[in-house]
């Protein structure tokens, strides 16, 4: 079975230009999340994503980030403009909705490595 | 405020050598405390995850146990390819299954 499936894997795109970074969860995950771990710091919660729903953009650094999941399959994060501070590793992780009170396990991607000069 | 805090920063043993990693945690109601290995380059691969004090998980060289107040991960007479950076997170018990990171501890097993 495929995990989650992050393009590009890597990006280098000058300060002001827009990238797009996509993510494919694994399948039949109704969860979808987007993480970000910029140099030095933890990895940190970026939104969550229940099917097309979002369920918590608290994490969302700005309005410069733009997160979608059309048709809740997979899902896209456009950064526009980016700035120098955007530079880290995006990752996208799902999960099955298992019900209850227990946390869901989450499955994570490698990662999309950007970086802005 | 939810925190997480893992220590050593960094740990280097010899093969063989046990030891174990500390998972400190703040957090208002654990709905899961989870465990990840993650090597240069690549995404968190999920290890354990542990619900409640006194709960204990094992896989192969690697035991994991849960406290009120912390997790610990032990690693039985370690071998090189256990040299990665491993990575504890909460979960808390909001609408959502946010997941609150520590900042890792870095293993190194030499030969």
């Known amino acids: 079975e495929a995990g989650v499936t992050q393009f590009p894997s890597h990006s280098v795109i000058e300060k002001g230009q827009t990238v797009t970074l996509r993510c494919d969860p694994i399948s039949g995950h109704d969860n979808l999340y987007w993480y970000r771990r910029v140099m030095g710091k933890e990895i940190k919660f970026l939104l969550h994503?229940?099917?097309?729903?979002?369920?918590?953009e608290s994490g969302m650094p700005n309005n410069r980030f733009l997160a979608e999941r059309t048709g809740g399959t997979y899902s896209t994060l456009k950064v526009q403009p980016a700035e120098l501070e955007d530079s880290g590793v995006y990752f996208c992780a799902s999960s099955q909705d298992l019900g209850g009170a227990r946390g869901n396990t989450i499955y994570f991607g490698e990662g999309s490595w950007l970086t802005v000069v | 405020e939810d925190q997480v805090t893992q220590s050593p920063e960094a740990l280097r043993l010899q093969e063989g050598e046990s030891s174990s990693l500390n998972c400190s945690y703040t957090v208002s109601g654990l709905r899961g405390l989870f465990w990840y290995r993650q090597d240069p380059g690549k995404g968190p691969e999920f290890l354990f995850t542990l619900y409640s004090a006194g709960e204990e998980k094992e896989k192969e060289r690697l035991k994991a146990t849960l406290t009120k107040k912390e997790s610990f991960l032990h690693i039985t007479a370690p071998k090189p390819e256990d040299s990665a950076t491993y990575l504890c997170?909460?979960?808390?018990?909001?609408?959502?299954?946010?997941?609150?990171f520590g900042t890792g501890t870095r293993l190194q097993v030499f030969p």
């Open positions: 994503f229940v099917k097309e729903s979002k369920q918590d």
């Open positions: 997170a909460v979960q808390a018990p909001v609408n959502t299954d946010k997941l609150i």
